[in-house]
């Protein structure tokens, strides 16, 4: 179970207090509903958990959820709670061929994420018996998640509010630094992920570039010591500590044709060398993160200059080898 007071550990008591009036035949009382959901069982005092619970009423409301409220029993003063299934449930969703078009473009979205086998499945869902054609966004090649080995473990650690440990580098300031970190927001901003969080070490929230992150990321099993702020900002804060663009940098690659549709769009100039490989002269910032979105498109991509972020595209492809081989081996 998520830690108390997190925005995780709320939206699972209301879905559990929802699936609880949902399968409820009968109005439920107040007291039965403490003993169905877990998190009103750990309240200490009746006041503590009458509180959550009005709270928690108001919250479905504004959501949209009809919670209806009954007398019951020979008592007037005694009144149950329930959701009424046929006010609930949603009717058939009818989608054009563009909608449906727009849906198969967001499950590709998933395409390099832990989720894509679900995506997967629920495109099919969705698609099943119908004529629905992503022709429109032909080209396009959205992806979620960042190339940096760092990504998914932070995301986790946002998701479960678990406190993490990894080594950091500063521009400018040399050899990375280890940081003790409770994660709140994974956010990206200009083409880059950043993770918005409490650095235990200094006491304060800060912002980490991923692409700075020097480590692997350790999950301690520490529970977060305290909720996200409300008025925390992700976006105002990385734009106050990371507002500066890195100086843009000339580079040379051969694209395959038919591939490459984000780097074409980006380019400068896209001129054909053969049948199979047009050149795409376009600039790019951060070398880390450029070099992982090059490395993402396997061998439809190849880098003609500058000769560093050939070689950092090398040693991401290398490491995906040797990552296999060990896996393989295990």
Same mark, same amino acid.
């Given at each position: 179970?998520?830690?108390?007071?997190?925005?995780?550990?709320?939206?699972?008591?209301?879905?559990?207090?929802?699936?609880?009036?949902?399968?409820?035949?009968?109005?439920?009382?107040?007291?039965?509903?403490?003993?169905?959901? $877990?998190?009103?069982?750990?309240?200490?005092?009746?006041?503590?958990?009458?509180?959550?619970?009005?709270? &928690?009423?108001?919250?479905? +409301?504004?959501?949209?959820?009809?919670?209806?409220?009954?007398?019951?029993?020979?008592?007037?003063?005694?009144?149950?709670?329930?959701?009424?299934?046929? &006010?609930? &449930?949603?009717?058939?969703?009818?989608?054009?061929?563009?909608?449906?078009?727009?849906?198969?473009?967001?499950?590709?979205?998933?395409?390099?994420?832990?989720?894509?086998?679900?995506?997967?499945?629920?495109?099919?869902?969705?698609?099943?018996g119908d004529e629905g054609s992503? $022709?429109?966004?032909?080209?396009?090649?959205? #992806?979620?998640?960042?190339?940096?080995?760092?990504?998914?473990?932070?995301?986790?650690?946002?998701?479960?509010?678990?406190?993490?440990?990894?080594?950091y580098t500063r521009p400018g300031?040399?050899?990375?630094?280890?940081?003790? !970190?409770?994660?709140?927001?994974?956010?990206?901003?200009?083409? *880059?992920?950043?993770? !918005?969080?409490?650095?235990?070490?200094?006491?304060?929230? *800060?912002?980490?570039?991923?692409?700075?992150?020097?480590?692997?990321?350790?999950?301690?099993?520490?529970? #977060?010591?305290?909720?996200?702020? =409300?008025?925390? &900002?992700?976006?105002?804060?990385?734009?106050?500590?990371?507002?500066?663009?890195?100086?843009? @940098?000339?580079? !040379?690659?051969?694209?395959?044709?038919?591939?490459?549709?984000?780097?074409?769009?980006?380019?400068? +100039? @896209? #001129?054909?060398?053969d049948e199979q490989w047009d050149? !795409?002269?376009?600039?790019?910032?951060?070398?880390?993160?450029?070099?992982?979105?090059?490395?993402?498109?396997?061998?439809? @991509?190849?880098?003609?200059?500058?000769?560093?972020? *050939?070689?950092?595209?090398?040693? *991401?492809?290398?490491?995906? @080898?040797?990552?296999? =081989?060990?896996?393989?081996?295990?």
């Amino acid at each position: 179970m998520a830690a108390p007071n997190t925005p995780q550990a709320k939206t699972e008591r209301l879905l559990n207090l929802t699936m609880s009036l949902l399968s409820a035949q009968i109005p439920v009382p107040k007291h039965r509903i403490r003993q169905l959901v $877990e998190a009103y069982r750990s309240v200490e005092s009746d006041e503590a958990f009458d509180r959550m619970f009005e709270r &928690d009423k108001e919250d479905l +409301r504004a959501m949209g959820i009809p919670l209806v409220t009954e007398d019951i029993g020979l008592f007037e003063d005694e009144q149950g709670y329930r959701i009424d299934r046929r &006010d609930y &449930d949603l009717p058939a969703v009818e989608l054009s061929a563009d909608e449906m078009a727009v849906v198969g473009l967001a499950s590709r979205a998933w395409a390099h994420a832990t989720m894509a086998g679900t995506a997967a499945t629920a495109w099919r869902k969705v698609a099943a018996g119908d004529e629905g054609s992503e $022709e429109p966004f032909v080209g396009l090649e959205p #992806q979620l998640g960042g190339g940096e080995p760092s990504f998914e473990p932070l995301k986790d650690a946002v998701l479960t509010s678990s406190t993490v440990r990894f080594d950091y580098t500063r521009p400018g300031k040399g050899a990375p630094l280890p940081r003790h !970190v409770e994660p709140w927001y994974l956010t990206a901003w200009h083409g *880059r992920w950043y993770l !918005v969080g409490h650095d235990l070490d200094r006491g304060a929230p *800060r912002v980490f570039r991923l692409s700075r992150i020097g480590s692997a990321v350790a999950v301690t099993g520490e529970q #977060q010591t305290q909720g996200v702020p =409300d008025e925390v &900002d992700p976006l105002s804060m990385i734009a106050a500590t990371d507002g500066q663009e890195p100086a843009a @940098v000339p580079a !040379v690659l051969r694209v395959r044709t038919g591939a490459g549709h984000l780097l074409r769009r980006r380019a400068r +100039r @896209v #001129q054909p060398v053969d049948e199979q490989w047009d050149r !795409v002269d376009l600039d790019h910032g951060d070398r880390g993160s450029f070099a992982a979105e090059i490395a993402s498109h396997g061998p439809d @991509v190849i880098v003609d200059e500058p000769a560093e972020l *050939r070689a950092a595209v090398i040693e *991401r492809l290398e490491a995906v @080898v040797a990552a296999h =081989d060990e896996e393989v081996g295990a």
